[in-house]
């Protein structure tokens, strides 16, 4: 019997429920980031726009106090990018995600030239010993760096130390409302625990089938930049139900996972930039068409903070603040209708009252 035949809009209802993007959940925040794999997070205030779009009565203090608690942690795992990810998953994913930042250290084209035959080992163990002191900014580390190893790049070893060690970014750094600058320490330090010796790449490939699913093994690529997910997926195929796209390439899913009916309502959600509902799959059609992707990003690849209209890319946002108010600004990317416009100007300003705090809060749809 040939697999089923799912198309952009079913694909697309179908990982906007796993995403707790159909109906807010009743998750705790740390339940959320869990099941999520993590939330996307260089913009530090990006993870609290996530979540408020995504639970029921979320406080973004909430997720301030895991940070604070080290229940969860600001770091560099999947595409080499920085996520907020639980304790447990930062001991889990970052080891897993050493090949990907293996090769981005192995590309830099400023730093892989001074770091040619330089023996790391010295330089990591010597870092290691500077963090298990204190937190270090990367003005700190780097002057550390170039009174004990005077004759190499300073910043080009603070580079090794970023793909090499596990480091977390320590708050005050993405609190709500309270952000600094970076600075980190190892995971091992903050956490007191090490990293997991033997973590499953298996078990990670179905909890993204659980948060982005279904999807093609191009698709799992897409998200952690990995090679040999083929490999992954094939072990995994007797635990896994199958469909094929409109263009006939085969998906992969979680037999038990939702999958809703195309014509399920999808309520307007503002998402944050870099969201990863948008950057985790090879194939984004069942989200975005190509017109409106180029209006979500800008020449240079930053991904605009995006809205969400009948479960696709309508809209771009960004906030304004002038004196005691906020308001959310929208550009469409595609032609909206009356209630469209309506839909997202409301959500728009339920969004600017929780960014405004004590301020007032606004939102306007840009003509």
């Not at 659980?210 to 999807?215: D, L, M, N, T, Y």
Request: charged share 25%.
């Amino acid at each position: 019997m040939a697999p089923e035949t799912l198309g952009p809009r079913a694909l697309g209802r179908a990982t906007l429920a796993r995403q707790l993007l159909l109906e807010r959940a009743e998750l705790t925040p740390l339940e959320a980031v869990e099941h999520l794999v993590g939330l996307q997070a260089q913009v530090p205030r990006d993870p609290y726009v996530a979540l408020r779009s995504r639970l029921d009565r979320f406080r973004p203090e909430s997720l301030s106090k895991l940070l604070a608690d080290r229940a969860v942690v600001r770091t560099t795992v999947m595409r080499a990018t920085i996520h907020l990810v639980s304790a447990g998953d930062c001991l889990t994913l970052r080891p897993l995600m050493q090949p990907v930042l293996d090769a981005e250290l192995a590309r830099h084209r400023e730093f892989a030239p001074s770091l040619a035959g330089v023996d790391l080992g010295p330089v990591l163990d010597h870092a290691r010993e500077l963090f298990a002191e204190r937190p270090l900014s990367g003005r700190e580390l780097r002057a550390a760096l170039a009174r004990r190893f005077p004759h190499l790049d300073p910043a080009a070893l603070a580079y090794a130390c970023r793909c090499k060690l596990a480091l977390v970014q320590v708050p005050p750094r993405g609190l709500w409302r309270h952000s600094a600058q970076v600075t980190t320490t190892t995971a091992e330090t903050w956490l007191g625990h090490q990293l997991a010796r033997r973590p499953s790449l298996d078990d990670v490939v179905q909890r993204y089938l659980g948060a982005f699913g279904p999807a093609t093994v191009a698709d799992v690529t897409t998200w952690c930049r990995l090679t040999g997910m083929r490999e992954v997926v094939e072990r995994l195929r007797p635990e896994l139900v199958t469909f094929r796209d409109d263009s006939g390439r085969e998906l992969f899913d979680l037999p038990d996972a939702p999958r809703p009916d195309p014509e399920t309502p999808a309520p307007t959600r503002f998402l944050p930039e870099y969201d990863n509902l948008l950057l985790s799959h090879a194939d984004r059609s069942r989200f975005v068409t190509a017109a409106a992707r180029a209006g979500a990003v800008t020449a240079t690849g930053r991904v605009l903070g995006t809205v969400l209209h009948d479960g696709s890319v309508s809209a771009v946002w960004r906030d304004e603040r002038e004196d005691d108010r906020v308001t959310v600004v929208v550009t469409p990317v595609v032609r909206l209708t009356k209630r469209a416009t309506a839909s997202i100007e409301a959500e728009g300003r339920r969004l600017a009252r929780v960014l405004a705090g004590r301020a007032a809060g606004d939102a306007r749809v840009a003509s």
